[in-house]
């Protein structure tokens, strides 16, 4: 096998070393890779508390903890696919526009090269350019954890584009099919009582944290997977959807969450799906307790990664 392997923790001990995405290499680019890892260091669309900006490094850094098999599945990425840390998305901290342009061409350019990306964020916004850069051939699914739907119209007078706001635009750009959008682990007051109308009329399926409480986190995927089907897909794992007592590094927290073993189970049960993309954001290192929400951010990139690796690897053998 040729393919990219993390820096031998028998070797460099993982406290040491380049701090890149699961101690791989870094590459300028995504050409020869099946999976790039990749940072979005932007929270310009965050309405609160900022700080998600920091999460790719962060997270990186805490990645040196990810080790190199999944111990349920006993998947083994990078014995199955090339993986490797393409770096960050340019962005302009001071133009939210330049930024979304900036970083839709920068999956463009992943996406050109045949890999898939799991990214880093960065704040929620940081999800529609990635969107847009991947449904260009029709509107796509989601798996979408959060405690927030996002789909809020406009925020500070006429502003669309807020880490409140993308998968509004996803719906109304064409990326996303709504009836093929699961979100789950919706809670929290909201502003309005018609601040969830627009996903229900659109048809997204919600699964407020109230739901889950009285389901099995596997039965909850059973019928995320039954709305999905076997055509492509994205994941979006917002760590505000997990319980702030064990995610305490993110801007917009709301206590009741998911636990992070639960939202690990629930990924488990996407084994097998068309991941096409897959992000992890809101991680917020500023808020964060012993860089505990990093280490989470980290750990579900690993999941992910384990989860598009086998259907890569398993695609590619088969064809
Ligand atoms: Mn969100
Ligand atoms: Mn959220």
Not at 100 to 113: C, G, Q
Request: with cysteine; hydrophobic share 45%.
């Amino acid at each position: 096998m040729s393919f990219n392997q993390p820096q031998d923790a028998a070797v460099i001990p993982r406290f040491a070393g380049w701090p890149s995405f699961m101690r791989l290499p870094f590459a300028t680019s995504a050409a020869g890779a099946d999976i790039a890892l990749v940072g979005v260091p932007f929270d310009g669309g965050t309405t609160n508390r900022a700080g998600a900006r920091h999460g790719p490094r962060e997270i990186r850094s805490q990645s040196s903890f990810m080790r190199r098999v999944h111990h349920v599945t006993q998947v083994a990425p990078y014995d199955l696919v090339n993986v490797v840390d393409a770096g960050d998305s340019p962005v302009n901290p001071l133009d939210l526009m330049d930024s979304l342009r900036l970083i839709e061409a920068f999956f463009r350019d992943i996406r050109s090269h045949g890999a898939r990306a799991i990214a880093a964020g960065g704040d929620h916004l940081v999800t529609l350019p990635i969107l847009r850069a991947l449904a260009t051939d029709g509107p796509i699914g989601m798996v979408h954890f959060d405690a927030h739907s996002d789909t809020n119209d406009r925020y500070f007078g006429d502003n669309l584009y807020t880490h409140g706001t993308p998968f509004r635009r996803a719906v109304e750009e064409g990326l996303l099919d709504p009836k093929r959008v699961v979100q789950i682990g919706i809670r929290g007051s909201i502003y309005d009582s018609s601040d969830l109308d627009f996903a229900v009329s659109n048809g997204f399926r919600i699964v407020f944290m109230e739901e889950f409480a009285e389901r099995k986190p596997e039965e909850i995927m059973a019928e995320a997977r039954s709305i999905i089907g076997d055509q492509p897909v994205y994941v979006s794992f917002d760590v505000d959807a997990l319980d702030p007592s064990m995610a305490p590094g993110t801007g917009t927290p709301e206590i009741g969450g998911i636990t992070t073993f639960e939202a690990m189970r629930m990924l488990r049960c996407l084994r097998g799906l068309p991941i096409i993309g897959a992000d992890v954001v809101e991680v917020s290192p500023p808020f964060d307790v012993s860089n505990t929400t990093s280490l989470v951010g980290a750990t579900m990139m690993f999941e992910l990664l384990c989860l598009m690796a086998e259907v890569i690897a398993a695609n590619r053998t088969t064809v």
